[in-house]
């Protein structure tokens, strides 16, 4: 049973053009969500976070909505550049005393951003 | 700073062996955390160690075993390898325990069982 869903494997946009990359998740008891991006052979690097008690979190070019009662959040890549291309993860933690290190994966979304 | 280093790279082992891999955590870092990332199930949480400690345990069977050493390096052990057991084995490591803490992913590990 997943807890966070990323329901679009992939998505491609024109450089210069917002991604917007969704997830979604089923446990109320997450109260801190991460978005990481991952690099072939590379481990996932953090990208943005969100509280629980926030709705959105902005960070340059990268933004996180949080909308607690539709249990989702987005994150919004504006404008969306080449080096962006890669696989974006939503991940959420909370359900064990507060610690980022046991966080919940969703699969991940392939974003390819074309010149 | 040295990042997240984690051996061996690549490997690859028949079914029915065991295999041990390593995790050495960016210096000052206490916590160290293990994650399975496959194809079809993603990135699944393995274990959690803090000075020495498991602290959280996923969901995966006995055959799945870790431990963390004083300088806080980490090992985690499969015994009994199955196909399923290939995957890409990620270490991160965070400087403490707590929401905040942000955690920093090592390359892996690519474990090929055949």
């Known amino acids: 049973d997943q807890q966070v869903k990323q329901n679009s494997p992939s998505l491609s946009v024109q450089e210069g053009r917002i991604s917007i990359l969704n997830c979604d998740y089923t446990?109320?008891?997450?109260?801190?969500f991460l978005w990481y991006k991952k690099y072939p052979a590379e481990g996932p690097t953090f990208l943005i976070s969100?509280?629980?008690?926030?709705d959105k979190n902005e960070d340059g070019r990268f933004t996180v909505f949080l909308n607690k009662s539709a249990k989702h959040l987005s994150l919004h890549i504006v404008p969306s550049q080449p080096g962006d291309s890669a696989v974006y993860f939503c991940a959420a933690s909370g359900l064990t005393g507060g610690s980022q290190g046991n966080l919940i994966f969703g699969k991940g979304t392939k974003l390819s951003v074309k010149p | 700073k040295a990042g997240v280093t984690q051996t061996p790279r690549y490997l690859i082992k028949t079914r029915g062996q065991q295999v041990t891999l390593s995790c050495s955590p960016i210096s000052g870092h206490r916590s160290v955390s293990w994650y399975q990332q496959t194809p079809g199930q993603g990135l699944q949480f393995l274990f959690e160690?803090?000075?020495?400690?498991?602290?959280n345990k996923g969901n995966f069977p006995g055959r799945f075993s870790g431990r963390q050493f004083s300088n806080s390096r980490s090992e985690m052990n499969v015994s009994t390898l199955e196909l399923g057991d290939s995957a890409l084995y990620l270490c991160a490591s965070s400087l403490d325990v707590g929401t905040y803490n942000e955690q920093f992913f090592g390359p892996g590990t690519r474990l090929t069982v055949l």
């Open positions: 446990n109320s008891m997450f109260d801190y």
């Open positions: 969100i509280s629980s008690i926030k």
């Open positions: 160690y803090f000075s020495e400690t498991q602290r």
